[in-house]
């Protein structure tokens, strides 16, 4: 590389003698795919980080489930196409994950600079806090991932959602909007041991036309099926229906 090459920066082209510490510069590889924005984006939001490599120059993506849901770790392995994946298993102790049987599979990125855009999305001084912008990138297969990590079993008419990690009850406040904005009567739960909860709850039957029911229509086919005990049994059919998790992934491009 000579100082008079030009280089593509979040500035735009730039010689190479004119890169600045800090800029961000763009190489020929392959796009995040939709499957991996609505992954990442629905993970960060449940049990996924995002934490700097060694070097302190890119993040490396983590998710991690116990024995009972070694599928999903595993469905999110083979959704993450264009990445490099790490798997490993370890003990649940000291790893910030919360599993019943002590055991934890984990999948890790290597580091990646296509995830400093997520990082900027989720994460403020250090922690994650949800925001408009995130809420606006939820598409449903990313609700679905969210809520298939951090969601209830659902019962007695009602889905709920953990968001305690997201920035505590004045995020679960800008949650339960964003969801009533969609159609579906949420509200903010507090539990008395401190944990936010956002609660999807409906009145009557089941059906597409209440509120409860649009949120299962809604979410329900891009649940995984490995995932589908998070949906009510009336729905579960419904499960992965949409096959968006099946696309291909999309060509290299600069």
């Known amino acids: 590389l000579t100082k008079d090459h030009t280089v593509i920066t979040e500035r735009g082209p730039v010689r190479a003698d004119e890169v600045q510490p800090g800029d961000r510069i763009y190489t020929t590889r392959q796009q995040v795919t ?22 302190g120059r890119s993040y490396v993506f983590r998710v991690g489930h116990g024995e009972a849901q070694k599928s999903f770790t595993d469905f999110k392995t ?8 790490h ?26 600079p296509r995830l400093h855009p997520f990082h900027d999305l989720t994460y403020q ?32 008419r009602r889905a709920s959602i953990c968001v305690t990690s997201l920035g505590g009850a004045s995020a679960a406040d800008l949650i339960s909007q964003w969801m009533c904005q969609q159609g579906w009567p949420a ?21 597409p ?3 409860i029911g649009a949120f299962w229509t809604h979410l329900a086919p891009y649940m995984p099926s ?3 005990s998070k949906i009510p049994v009336q729905y579960r059919h419904l499960a992965d229906s949409a096959h968006f998790w099946d696309s291909p992934p999309l060509a290299t491009s600069a």
């Open 78 to 85: 083979r959704v993450l196409q264009t990445f490099t994946v």
């Open 125 to 156: 001084e250090g922690t994650r806090h949800m925001t408009p912008a995130w809420l606006a990138r939820m598409s449903p297969a990313a609700l679905a991932v969210w809520y298939a990590d951090d969601g209830e079993t659902p019962e007695d």
């Open 34 to 55: 939709p499957q991996e924005e609505a992954l990442i984006v629905g993970s960060l939001a449940g049990d996924a980080s995002l934490f700097l490599d060694r070097a």
């Open 209 to 211: 036309d209440n509120g």
């Open 187 to 207: 509200k903010t739960y507090l539990r008395p041991d401190g944990h936010a909860y956002v609660r999807i709850a409906g009145s009557g039957r089941w059906e």
């Open 87 to 112: 798997r490993r298993v370890c003990p649940q102790k000291g790893r910030g994950f919360s599993t019943i049987d002590g055991v934890l599979h984990l999948a890790e990125t290597t580091a990646d």
């Open 226 to 228: 490995c995932m589908a």
